[in-house]
Each structure stands twice: as structure tokens, then as C-alpha cells.
């Protein structure tokens, strides 16, 4: 049984992906994480020794500290957070034990090189509908919750992309773009290796209503209807993004936990 300042794989794994994910924190060792480069979703890579540099930067979330066994590295560094203040737990078992419960990994050979303040810059057509909220949404839940979505014209994608160090996507002839049938919100996945049966059917879904196949799922044309109707409603897109984020929030909650479940009202006629 965990302690109360631990948390387990399990426990940890219903949160990720969610609003309410704690920020993680990897303080394995460079060697440690050379032998197997992928994070759990959404952490971010610190040196365990400088906690009292970077710590401070954490204050007002809960978060959750893990090293490779869950020993001496993370026991120590949230044993500092919370003498900053900050919910500190560490991962029961570390990232070891993470791996070995099959938890969702991130794969972090194709991330973009952060900007000096840690966050990844990305940069897409103005007016998003379906595609280019799907994306941001998959990286702030799943890749980097600082991550800084910039939207410009369609003809000045490559030129912003080059001159402010952005990561172009969801545009012709880029790396994150259409495959095939596929749309980017699938080879962002693909890439970042973030395959599972909620995200797998949220992309199904996605990619019904992003390339006009609304057979493919019968939660598309709703989907649909909600996303162009969120377009509709905001001139600003930044602000059309936050408004997106709990649309797919809760689809992909549904994709996760509740697609075996129906609605019953009414229970039908009584009987005497």
C-alpha cells in the first residue's frame, strides 16, 4: 500500500490526459533515461539536485515526482517540494514500475526543440474547425501542457515557422500533416506513439469529421456540428482552443469509460 505521499500506477494513469493531471516530473538520471528515452505522458525531464532552482517554478499544482525505482532521486526531491509548499508525491515504483503496469508511454524522438522557457512552439492556418483543435488539445493533455499554439495565415505558416522557431502542422508538404486518409491529430499519435483503445477511437472520430466521413463513427456528425458551432461563436482562435479543450475533454472521457453505457429515460410504460 502506498504511502500518503505516494501515488500509484494506477492512480496516476486515470489522471493522465485529463484537466485534473498532475504536473509529473522525470528526475531520472541521464543514464537512466538513455536506456529507455520515452516519458510517461505529459512529464517533463529535471535534475532531482536542483530541485531548489526549479521548484519553485511548480507552485500551485500537484505533482507527482518520478525517478527510475521511486527511490533515493524522487523520494528527495518531493521531500523539497513539499518544504516549498508545493503537493509533492512521488511515483510508487518509479518509472520501472510504470513501464511494467503497460502504462502509456511518450515517445520523445520526434518532440520539437523547446524554446528557452521549456515549451514547445507550434504554428497553423488561422480559423481552426476540427483538425487544428484536435492537435492542440492531444499535446497539451498528452505532451506539454505549456506548449504555445500560434495561428496565422495560411500563406504565412512556413515564414512564421522559420523565423520564430515554431513547428508547422496540420498544413501541405509539413512532417505533422494529413497521411493519407489519416489526419494529423492520427500520425500525431502515431509519432508520439500514444496508441491505446480511448485515444484510437477519439481519432476515429476525429478523422470522421475532419475529412467529411461521417460513417466511420457514429459520434461524427455531432462532433461535427459542436466544432463548427464553436467556430461560429469565437473570432479569436486562442480563445476558440480554450473552448475546444473540454469538448474533447469529455469525448475523450466517453471514448474511455463510458461507451458501453447507455441512456434509459424513458423506462417504458409501467406495469399494474
Known amino acids: 500500500m502506498p504511502s500518503n505521499t505516494q501515488i500509484t500506477p494506477p492512480q496516476l494513469s486515470r489522471l493522465v490526459g485529463t484537466p485534473s493531471a498532475p504536473i509529473i516530473v522525470d528526475v531520472r538520471t541521464d543514464d537512466d533515461f538513455a536506456l529507455d528515452p520515452r516519458l510517461i505522458p505529459g512529464a517533463i525531464r529535471r535534475d532531482a539536485l536542483e530541485v531548489v532552482e526549479w521548484g519553485g517554478t511548480l507552485g500551485g499544482r500537484r505533482v507527482v515526482v518520478a525517478c527510475q525505482r521511486g527511490a533515493k532521486l ?7 517540494l513539499r518544504h516549498a509548499g508545493v503537493a509533492a508525491e512521488t511515483l510508487e515504483g518509479g518509472f520501472e514500475a510504470w513501464r511494467e503496469a503497460g502504462g502509456l508511454m511518450l515517445r520523445t524522438t520526434s518532440l520539437p526543440v523547446a524554446d528557452a522557457q521549456g515549451r514547445t512552439v507550434w504554428v497553423t ?11 492542440p488539445w492531444l499535446i497539451r493533455r498528452f505532451v506539454d501542457s505549456r506548449a504555445v499554439f500560434l495561428f496565422v495565415a495560411a500563406s504565412e505558416v512556413g515564414g512564421v515557422a522559420e523565423r520564430f522557431g515554431a513547428t508547422p502542422f496540420d498544413v501541405d508538404g509539413v512532417f505533422w500533416s494529413h497521411r493519407g486518409e489519416r489526419c494529423t ?30 460513417d466511420l463513427a457514429p459520434q461524427a456528425a455531432g462532433f461535427l456540428a459542436a466544432s463548427l458551432g464553436l467556430s461560429r461563436m469565437y473570432r479569436d482562435d486562442l480563445e476558440q482552443l480554450e473552448a475546444g479543450m473540454p469538448l474533447y475533454d469529455a469525448f475523450f472521457r466517453w471514448c474511455r469509460d463510458a461507451v458501453e453505457e447507455t441512456h434509459n429515460w424513458p423506462s417504458g410504460p409501467k406495469t399494474a
Open 125 to 135: 492556418r488561422a480559423r481552426p474547425k476540427v483538425d487544428r483543435i484536435a492537435c
Open 74 to 80: 524522487s523520494e528527495g526531491a518531493a521531500a523539497w
Open 185 to 214: 491529430f492520427d500520425a500525431m499519435i502515431e509519432e508520439f506513439g500514444l496508441g491505446s483503445p480511448a485515444l484510437d477511437r477519439l481519432a476515429t472520430i476525429v478523422r470522421a469529421a475532419d475529412t467529411a466521413r461521417l
